[in-house]
């Protein structure tokens, strides 16, 4: 079985744990990130676009001028396309972008995700994850010796790049840590029931606790 160490909250390891090959030592499978991307940002878009058709255009009740005898080309209606203020032709209208994927090839990419992170030493088990008070500037501390972010200019605050997967039952502590880590740009908190592709990927670490570890078997395996 492949083995992920286990950290205190100054990145020094205080032991090991063995977890699932299939899942956190699989192939990485990167053409299924983007099928699975793909979908997920299509369904977060909102599909509002519209424009009016002539129906929809106020006015255009009259006939704009008689039929013959004018010289120009024969008008039913102002709100045609062809007038200014018309209606336009074949427009955006609402629609849905959302589309289904398979629910096993949605997993394989999860587990390729989390298999990656695991290789490049960014997938952060620590022993006891929270704080015991509420304050941003420690957990800036925290998080940029565990989670630091390599991008970050060294003339800024460093705050670390993690996305924090914590279970259904919060401590306090956990609470204080969530509480603190609020304001901070690039960590964020995503209950481990939400885990998803994007979210993954979006950030350098994944820190989570060994009962997370444990539940993220449980629903991938």
């Avoid at 950030?203 to 009962?211: A, G, M, N, T």
Wanted: charged share 25%; with cysteine; glycine share 8%.
């Amino acid at each position: 079985m492949a083995t992920l160490s286990v950290y205190n909250l100054a990145k020094e390891q205080i032991g090991s744990m063995e977890v699932s090959d299939a899942i956190f030592a699989t192939e990485v499978k990167q053409h299924l990130f983007y099928e699975v991307i793909k979908w997920q940002l299509a369904k977060r878009r909102s599909g509002t676009a519209a424009t009016k058709g002539r129906n929809d255009v106020s006015g255009g009740g009259k006939k704009p001028f008689r039929q013959k005898g004018t010289g120009r080309a024969r008008q039913g209606s102002t709100r045609a396309p062809q007038w200014v203020g018309g209606g336009t032709v074949h427009g955006p209208q609402p629609r849905s972008y959302a589309y289904n994927i398979n629910k096993k090839l949605r997993r394989a990419a999860l587990r390729s995700a989390l298999s990656l992170r695991a290789q490049q030493d960014c997938l952060i088990v620590v022993k006891d994850l929270g704080m015991d008070e509420i304050k941003t500037k420690t957990a800036a501390g925290i998080f940029n010796a565990i989670a630091p972010d390599a991008r970050t200019s060294k003339k800024r605050t460093h705050s670390g790049h993690a996305l924090i997967l914590g279970n259904g039952a919060q401590s306090e502590r956990f609470s204080n840590l969530l509480l603190s880590v609020r304001n901070l740009p690039k960590v964020d908190y995503l209950p481990v029931d939400g885990i998803n592709l994007y979210d993954i990927l979006n950030h350098r670490y994944l820190v989570l606790s060994e009962p997370v570890v444990r539940r993220i078997e449980e629903v991938l395996a």
